[in-house]
Every structure is written in structure tokens, then in C-alpha cells.
């Protein structure tokens, strides 16, 4: 029997899972994080909560008789990665990132790409400076011509995460929307609001958000897929800025497939 752990915590993990619970040479393992209050479970045996760094995931490893690791983790989950790929060296046990494809830009998108979440408010920052000053505003998309320039605060869809909302809650002249599975940590500043919800999203609802609240701005990870892209495709359909946090660098010579087919043949051996 080929004992396979899958860290997950993804959409793709759980298809992962799910495929190989029918191959009866394989058992697998899933990994969640143990973050979210009511996860979406894989099928077959779970496992939840860190491991201690790579030197507790190599422990585990050989405790468990693991013989591969599928890194299924979602793209901005560095230090798992980074913890699975210094393990897998340690241990000699072969490792497999799993990573589903960034969004594309489309030649109708408004994208700003910024390397980090701190860059992304940095840019909101200035832009909210922009239009509190009254001057020319320095702003993210050009207005049409002969369009109304926007007074007020910068209104933000943020959708970067809740662990992410202090790097945003802080900054002046800035109203956010914060959309996120579990609520924040407290206390939560009067001029952000708080949505809690869980994709999958349709354009019509993110049409129907960003009217509603009257957004100038998207703040998104790159974090790619189906499930929450909708959101762009409303920011397109709107011509609303968004400003696109890239991912980080995955570790120097790990082994990657952007698909859960490729994953299950390497998991099978
Ligand atoms: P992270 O910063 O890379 O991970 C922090 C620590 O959490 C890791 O060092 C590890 O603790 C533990 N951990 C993370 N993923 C784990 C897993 N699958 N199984 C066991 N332990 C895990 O990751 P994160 O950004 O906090 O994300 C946490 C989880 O949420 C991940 O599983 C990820 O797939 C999922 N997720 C993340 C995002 C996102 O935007 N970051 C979005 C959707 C889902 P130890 O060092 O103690 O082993």
C-alpha cells in the first residue's frame, strides 16, 4: 500500500483526494491547517493542524511511513510549502506541488500587479493621499473623459483574506469591504465591513456587491481557479481597478503540475 499525504486546505486537494480514493493501491492522507471553523472535509482520512516546521513534518513523515507528499496547498501558503519542500529533502520522502494556474489578464482588465500585500497598501494609500488632497488625483484607472472625479474615501472590495485586514485596516481615507470565510479578528475598525461568505461566486452577485457599495477598487491575490474569478469578470464587465497581489516564489527546485490528473498519476507512482 503507497501511503500519500496531500496538504490541502484547496478545492484541488479535496479532487485529489477524491480520485485517488478509488485507486485501492493508494492511501491517502489529507492535511488541513485547522483555520477555518467549518472546513470543506476531503473524503477519507483527515488530519488537522500544523506539524512544528519542517522538523515536525519530517518526524511525521517517517511516523506515519509516508512514501509521498503532494504539496496541495493553496498558492499564497508559503511557509507550508516551504516546510514540505525543506522535509522532503530531509527525509528523501518525493514531493509534488500541486498549483493550480494564476488568473490570465485579459487586454480589458485594469490590472495593477504589486509583489506583496504591504504593496498593494501602499498603492491604496496613495491613492486615497491623491483624492484627499484635491489635486489631480493620482488615480488607479484613468476616468473618461469629461467623467466626475470621486470625492470621499477610496472604497475597497478587499478579498485578500481576514489575516491580511490589519496590512489594509489602518490606512486613512480608505473604506473597505472585507470579504472572508471567518470573521476577523476584533476589533474591527468602524470603517471597515465585514462579509462573511465562501465561493463560489457568480458575476451577477459581484456585479450586485460592487454597485451596492459603490467599490473603486478590487485588492485580489493571485490566487487563480474558478470558484472566486467571478469577481474579475465583474470588475472587467465595470471597468473597476483592480490591484493584483502576485504570488510568492515557490522554493528552487521542487517538482510542479497545474492540474489534479498529473497529481494523481505521480501520487500513484
Ligand atoms: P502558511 O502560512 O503557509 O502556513 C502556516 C502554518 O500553518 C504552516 O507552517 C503549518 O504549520 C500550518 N499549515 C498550513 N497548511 C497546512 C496544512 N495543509 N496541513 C497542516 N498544517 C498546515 O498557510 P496559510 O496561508 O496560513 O494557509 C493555511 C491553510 O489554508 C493552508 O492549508 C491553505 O491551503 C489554506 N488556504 C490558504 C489561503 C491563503 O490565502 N493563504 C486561502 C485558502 C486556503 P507548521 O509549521 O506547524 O507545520
Redesign the pocket.
Known amino acids: 500500500m503507497r501511503r500519500v499525504l496531500i496538504?490541502?486546505?484547496?478545492a484541488e486537494a479535496r479532487a485529489l483526494a477524491a480520485e485517488l480514493a478509488d485507486i485501492p493501491s493508494v492511501h491517502v492522507v489529507s492535511?488541513?491547517?485547522g483555520?477555518v471553523t467549518n472546513p470543506r472535509l476531503p473524503v477519507g482520512e483527515v488530519r488537522a493542524?500544523?506539524?512544528?516546521?519542517p522538523d515536525?513534518?519530517a518526524t511525521w513523515l517517517a511516523a506515519e511511513r509516508i512514501d509521498a507528499v503532494v504539496d496541495a496547498?493553496?498558492p499564497?501558503?508559503?511557509?507550508?510549502?516551504a516546510?514540505a519542500a525543506e522535509a522532503s529533502v530531509r527525509t528523501g520522502v518525493p514531493l509534488l506541488v500541486l498549483r493550480r494556474p494564476g488568473w490570465p489578464q485579459g487586454p480589458d482588465d485594469t490590472w495593477q500587479r504589486v509583489s506583496s500585500l504591504e504593496a498593494a497598501a501602499t498603492r491604496l494609500a496613495e491613492a486615497a493621499t491623491a483624492r484627499l488632497a484635491i489635486a489631480k488625483p493620482v488615480e488607479l484607472a484613468e476616468p473618461a473623459e469629461g467623467t466626475a472625479q470621486p470625492t470621499g474615501p477610496v472604497r475597497v472590495f478587499l478579498t485578500t483574506?481576514r489575516r491580511s485586514l490589519p496590512v489594509f485596516s489602518g490606512l486613512a481615507g480608505v473604506w473597505l469591504l472585507a470579504r472572508s470565510v471567518d470573521p476577523p479578528e476584533p476589533p474591527v475598525p468602524p470603517h471597515v465591513h465585514v462579509l462573511l461568505d465562501r465561493g463560489p461566486y457568480t458575476v451577477e452577485g459581484e456585479l450586485a456587491l460592487i454597485r451596492e457599495h459603490r467599490l473603486d477598487v478590487l485588492v485580489t491575490?493571485d490566487?487563480g481557479g474558478q470558484l472566486t474569478a467571478a469577481k474579475l469578470v465583474a470588475a472587467r464587465e465595470l471597468g473597476l481597478p483592480v490591484i493584483m497581489v502576485d504570488r510568492p516564489p515557490l522554493p528552487t527546485g521542487v517538482r510542479l503540475v497545474e492540474t489534479v490528473n498529473a497529481a494523481a498519476l505521480w501520487a500513484q507512482g
Open positions: 496538504l490541502g486546505g484547496t492535511s488541513l491547517a483555520r493542524g500544523g506539524f512544528g516546521g515536525g513534518l496547498t493553496h499564497f501558503a508559503a511557509r507550508m510549502t516546510s483574506g491575490k490566487s
